[in-house]
């Protein structure tokens, strides 16, 4: 038997103790959820890949960090997973950023 082979190989998915969020061997965070009965996908990659050319605009209330950049919270997830702005709450966005490992915060706290 060769020594390689009393190596067991780690599994590419990783499941953490939050349910529908699992770790990629890149590290990547995923996070499963449901908006109005749609099932949705969304990694942290996938979030940094499409906000990075993004103007973030005004922010009004809640705000997300990508990246370097604070983006209006409800405007980066709809950019982020394809639905209407008013098709989720921003209480679903913000949950959904918060397991992927995004700063979350509202605008009045960052101004102090």
Known sequence: MSSSSTYR?????????A???VVTKAKDVTHRFVIRGQ???????QVLEKLKSVNPGVSTEHIVKIGAV???LKKA???????DLLKFHTSQALTV?????????????RKQ
């Open 9 to 17: 190989r780690l599994p590419s998915v990783i499941s953490l103790n």
């Open 70 to 72: 604070w983006h209006p």
């Open 97 to 109: 950023f918060e397991k992927l490992g995004f700063e979350v915060d509202r605008v009045s706290h």
């Open 77 to 83: 997830f709809a950019t982020a997973t394809g639905l």
């Open 39 to 45: 099932s949705l996908t969304l990694s942290r990659q």
């Open 19 to 21: 349910p529908g969020v």
